[in-house]
């Protein structure tokens, strides 16, 4: 590590969002900032890379301090890649991917862009953590957040986050005195229950608008769900090896 380490910032809410801006402010304080944000917002885009299409990158300036800025026509993910091999002249210290506006605990880390970005710097073998703050408003107040971003960020740099982990941070939506402090914490088992919205246009062509309704199938009491529900800050070690290895010897006794 140099005198200061090199930060990473991305997000999936994009360049001008207020989460973001308030991630930039608190990695000022500890190393050298880097930024490569969407240029529009990328919520729900999972890992979506860009294929299809052509990217652009382009320095930007938003407020003031010493973070050097660019805004990507891409997705998280392409922010992360096109930042390691064409922006930075080194692997980054550490990816800080937020603040998002919204949760991202259960298994809404598996369609957020916020935690895409942050699991590709974590595939880049760059140790990585996603931030969230459970409110949705554009305008939602992270002062709260600040403390417990800057602390998990400082222990993350001096402890280290082992190869093929990245850490799903979520905030409650609450005031700094009310917040009881952190737990270390498992994906808790839940899921969405969709309702398809189902409209016509003026030309009478229909057309839906996707909701839902999460639904927590997991009692524990060691679940990110409880724990933010209880009032603290819920940090869950993410692994993107997807393989079943449990799984293993029970196919190696198929007649395949």
Not at 128 to 142: P, Q, T, V, Y
Request: proline fraction near 5%; include cysteine.
């Amino acid at each position: 590590m140099q005198d200061k380490p090199l930060i990473l910032v991305t997000n999936d809410d994009g360049i001008t969002a207020p989460g973001l801006r308030a991630l930039i402010r608190i990695m000022n304080k500890i190393g050298e900032v880097i930024v490569v944000a969407p240029d529009s917002p990328q919520s729900g885009m999972g890992h979506a890379i860009t294929v299809d299409n052509m990217l652009t990158c382009n320095p930007i300036t938003i407020d003031d301090g010493p973070q050097l800025e660019y805004t990507c026509s891409g997705t998280p993910a392409d922010c992360v890649k096109l930042a390691v091999n064409e922006i930075l002249n080194r692997k980054p210290d550490l990816c800080v991917s937020g603040i998002n506006h919204g949760s991202n605990s259960s298994i809404n880390v598996i369609y957020s862009g916020t935690m895409s970005a942050a699991i590709e710097a974590g595939i880049e073998g760059i140790p990585a953590i996603g931030f969230s703050l459970l409110d949705f408003k554009w305008h939602a107040n992270f002062k709260a957040s600040e403390e417990y971003v800057k602390n998990i960020t400082l222990n993350a740099l001096l402890n280290g986050i082992p190869d093929g982990v990245v850490l799903n941070v979520n905030i409650p939506k609450l005031k700094k005195e009310e917040i009881k402090g952190v737990k270390i914490c498992r994906q808790a088992n839940g899921y969405w229950k969709e309702d398809f919205d189902k409209r016509k246009n003026p030309m009478g062509k229909e057309y839906y608008w996707l909701s839902g309704e999460f639904v927590n199938k997991d009692k524990g009491q060691d679940t990110d769900v409880y724990a933010l529900e209880s009032g603290y800050v819920s940090v869950v070690p993410v692994q993107f090896d997807m393989t079943a290895h449990h799984m293993i010897q029970k196919l190696n006794s198929w007649e395949l």
